[in-house]
């Protein structure tokens, strides 16, 4: 996997297109000049929490006895969940704020951001390939650049796109993600029968 494939994925996972309606929701009981510096803030815990994960990922498997194959599968199967749910979205609120709450770290950095899975994808990218560090922070830091531009314009966007217009291209994104999670879990498999 290259530094571009792995910072598509990431985005895709990060899915910040789907993110968008939540965080305007979140954001709208709170004053507008306050509402730039607590998206900056939990933009930067969600990538601090990833890069933690993206550098002690391999410490963490070695303590759990996980093998590569194992954490393969996994992955694929939670990122084709996530793509399901991204495809064919439940109703109800996934704030769990109450009204004209300031959110801090949960719910916006952890899960949004930085959910279960773009953590098991970090894990994997450290795990199967350890010697590619480096790309992988690129690939990580290029995603999350691109999310964070996205989140910093949410009313922006939301106002030029329409909601159908980002619904649709929700769908688009976790289209393109069952694909990635299904060559994961092809991957894992063929790997364990080796």
Known sequence: MDIITAAVMLFLIMDPVGNLPVFLSMLRTLPAERRRKVM???LLIALVVMMLFLFLGQELLNLLNLKQEAVSIAGGIVLFLIAIRMIFPGQGSITGLPEGEEPF???MAI???AGPSILAALLLLAHQYPHQMGEWTLALLMAWGASAVILMFYEQLHKLLGERLLRAMERLMGMLLVMISVQMLLDG?????H
Do not use: F
């Open 111 to 113: 899960p949004m951001m």
């Open 105 to 107: 770290i949960v719910p």
């Open 189 to 193: 498999a063929q790997q364990y029968l």
């Open 40 to 42: 900056i803030r939990e």
